[in-house]
């Protein structure tokens, strides 16, 4: 039998394997397809756009989200502190990776917590649901909030990653009602997230049963994690499984428009192949009030947190041209823009 790496060692791989390998999905997000019309008369100075909104009660400078990548190893801390001090300088939310090694080694806790430089930011834990199959329960998700002082936290979904990865967790059975279990008894909002296939109808409409405070569709298009575990994979059988699924998965735009369908009233964060402002733009536009980039994130954290700060200010600006441009002064102005080309 295959020896299983823990999960530490787990983590340091995904880290490894992100920054060096080509790991995105043979889909594409599906935002090519979709633009805004230009104004050569905007009737709008660019310095007075603004692109800032508030949700679960802060205060955000721009719809941009750090999404979340890691945490578990000393790498991992350092990579987390210098996303946290850019999220905290330019005003933006982030999100951690999963905290279950924390869960479950309790040493690895200050490899996640980020408000000794991010005091201020809109801060989510983060949890695979899979977990409540596994003996987790409201205890735990309310340690990983603690943990880290949260705001809010995420339950991510990951099945394909699970059943293509050495020993996942694979029973996603009898899952939504213990998720509609940790949103009524968990007092902070409970976001349920993809890690890149994307969200369905049927998937949105279960979601939106269980109470779910908002989606974060983490549409294909972006990294796509069943081509991770195929470089991590211990043998050729677990290779040639993970690769199988390159093109597996629902573009981001279609799982936009799926939780707008299904469930219209719960807000939509949107990830998954978001490469700039411009693409931040286009999923404002259709309808999501959050935005997250990872593996964009991910590389310039791994130098620095002023490569960190340079690209938030980039994309940024990138989004405020973007409304000037097709003559939107705020984020709400953009849905009645944005259509396909």
């Known amino acids: 039998?295959?020896?299983v790496a823990p999960i530490d060692q787990r983590k340091a791989d995904h880290i490894k394997i992100n920054l060096e390998q080509d790991v995105r999905s043979a889909l594409t997000s599906g935002l090519e397809s979709y633009g805004?019309?230009?104004e050569a008369l905007p009737e709008l100075a660019l310095n007075n756009i603004d692109p800032s909104l508030s949700i679960f009660g802060k205060y955000l400078q721009s719809p941009i989200m750090i999404s979340s990548m890691t945490g578990g190893t000393s790498a991992a801390e350092t990579i987390n502190l210098r996303l946290a001090e850019a999220a905290q300088e330019?005003?933006?939310a982030m999100g951690v990776g999963s905290q279950r090694a924390a869960i479950e080694n309790p040493e690895q806790a200050e490899t996640f917590r980020v408000r000794r430089v991010a005091p201020d930011i809109l801060l989510f834990a983060n949890l695979g649901a899979v977990q409540l199959n596994y003996g987790y329960g409201t205890n735990e998700c309310q340690r990983a909030v603690d943990m880290i002082q949260a705001d809010a936290l995420i339950l991510h979904l990951n099945p394909l990653q699970e059943a293509v990865q050495d020993a996942g967790n694979t029973n996603f059975a009898g899952l939504a009602g213990k998720i509609e279990t940790?949103?009524?008894?968990m007092e902070v909002p409970v976001i349920v997230k993809e890690v890149g296939w994307g969200i369905s109808v049927r998937t949105a409409k279960l979601l939106a049963s269980c109470g779910v405070s908002a989606i974060d569709v983490a549409g294909a298009g972006g990294t796509s994690w069943s081509q991770v575990e195929m470089h991590r994979a211990p043998d050729e059988f677990?290779?040639?499984?993970a690769s199988t699924f390159v093109r597996w998965g629902i573009p981001t735009v279609e799982s936009i428009l799926n939780v707008r369908l299904a469930a219209p009233k719960i807000p939509v964060?949107?990830?998954g192949g978001i490469k700039d402002g411009l693409d931040i733009a286009k999923c404002i536009g259709l309808g999501a009030s959050l935005c997250g980039m990872a593996g964009q994130f991910l590389k310039a954290a791994a130098i620095s947190t002023e490569n960190v700060v340079e690209m938030t200010k980039l994309t940024r600006r990138q989004l405020e041209v973007t409304m000037f441009a097709c003559g939107a002064g705020t984020l709400e102005e953009l849905a009645r823009r944005v259509s396909k080309v």
């Open 238 to 241: 677990t290779r040639q499984l």
């Open 36 to 38: 805004f019309p230009h």
């Open 1 to 3: 039998m295959t020896k």
């Open 269 to 271: 964060f949107a990830s």
């Open 90 to 92: 330019c005003g933006i």
């Open 182 to 185: 940790i949103c009524k008894k």
